[in-house]
């Protein structure tokens, strides 16, 4: 929504501040716009990022499988299901798996937010 605001400003300052081709443009109008689109475009990266982190999570849960059961953690079922509790969490090898996809999920998350910070060692925490 800031970027829309600083655009029709820009937008007006274009329009009330040229004269026969000869521009009047504050640098500071000028520079406040440049910088809201650079923003913006920062936005989209990240928002893509994100999705794509996203995205690779949930086809990650979808190769591990649910239990079958209504509450499952991982991937609740669609149609018919028990609902006597998950069991994933039993399930030493799903269990690795999920907390992998989720410890990725985190580092992405992590990675769009903040795109200058390095990311956290082995057995640093997030």
Do not use: W
Not at 66 to 93: A, E
Not at 111 to 120: D, F, G, V
Request: aromatic share 4%; proline share 4%; glycine share 10%.
């Amino acid at each position: 929504m800031a970027v829309n605001n600083t655009l029709s400003t820009f937008e007006y300052y274009v329009a009330e501040h040229t004269d026969n081709g000869i521009s009047r443009i504050p640098e500071r109008v000028a520079q406040d716009a440049v910088l809201s689109l650079e923003r913006a475009g920062r936005q989209q990266a990240a928002f893509a990022a994100l999705r794509e982190a996203l995205d690779a999570y949930q086809e990650r849960a979808c190769a591990v499988g649910s239990c079958g059961d209504g509450g499952c953690v991982v991937l609740r079922p669609i149609g018919m299901h028990t609902n006597g509790g998950c069991r994933c969490s039993t399930d030493r090898m799903k269990a690795g798996r999920m907390m992998m996809a989720g410890q990725t999920l985190a580092a992405a998350v992590s990675a769009a937010l903040h795109p200058t910070q390095q990311p956290p060692h082995a057995g640093e925490t997030l």
